[in-house]
């Protein structure tokens, strides 16, 4: 396997994400809280650019004991969401959030000194 250059570590700023082309494939590496994830800029759907889209928090429903709807909140789970037609996906994981069987390529993140790599 290849290792793909991605950036320099401090050109990325928290949330910051780069498209990489490696070879034939086409990879989304995000950068959140410290961590660097990679995956398929391939959208499991319609084969949209699932990484290019929003980075959202996940939207909890507030449900009371009694089964009432108290509105909604944010957690601290992230989210990308394909922009063609709205695909979520968990960074950590890249699960899809409305099907959990899909699940984007993981590609591995690499950092040596201050250049970050993908492998591919």
């Not at 980075?55 to 507030?62: E, G, P, Q």
């Not at 089964?67 to 950590?92: A, I, N």
């Amino acid at each position: 396997m290849a290792e793909w250059f991605v950036a320099k570590a401090a050109e990325m700023s928290d949330g910051d994400r780069r498209i990489v082309t490696a070879g034939p494939h086409e990879i989304g590496v995000f950068f959140k809280d410290g961590a660097f994830y990679a995956y398929s800029n391939y959208c499991l759907h319609a084969g949209g650019p699932a990484c290019e889209g929003l980075l959202i928090n996940r939207v909890v429903d507030l449900i009371a004991a009694d089964r009432t709807y108290h509105g909604q909140s944010f957690s601290d789970e992230m989210h990308f969401v394909c922009p063609w037609h709205g695909y979520e996906y968990e960074l950590k994981t890249g699960e899809c959030v409305g099907d959990r069987k899909l699940k984007l390529r993981r590609y591995e993140v690499v950092q040596r000194g201050e250049d970050v790599f993908v492998v591919a």
